[in-house]
């Protein structure tokens, strides 16, 4: 399945409180939880910031595992490191510390 970030945000994806982020994630969870294999589109999108990526996949992951959703999500094209980063320190960030 693929799915636009356009479709949800337009073509800034830069804020967490993004109206169609909430949708998106939504979306997301459903799909993941199905088992399907998604890829995220970037195309029309000039920009995604590491906030709104942020506020989407670390969450999922937590929710669902974090293998889970790396292993079914590929984005297209692939995002820069720096953004990628951001995504596995929003993780780490959520994740409880057990003593």
């Known amino acids: 399945m693929i799915i636009k970030f356009f479709d949800y945000s337009g073509e800034f994806c830069t804020r967490r409180t993004t109206p169609g982020l909430l949708e998106l994630k939504e979306t997301l969870r459903r799909e993941l ?17 590491p906030s709104y990526i942020d506020e989407l996949l670390p969450i999922l992951m ?38």
């Open 33 to 49: 939880g199905k088992g399907t294999f998604v890829i995220l589109s970037l195309e029309g999108v000039k920009i995604i910031t």
């Open 62 to 99: 937590i929710e669902l595992g974090k293998e889970k959703v790396l292993g079914q999500i590929k984005f297209e094209p692939k995002l820069n490191k720096y953004v990628e980063g951001q995504i596995e320190r929003g993780y780490r960030a959520r994740v409880p510390v057990i003593p």
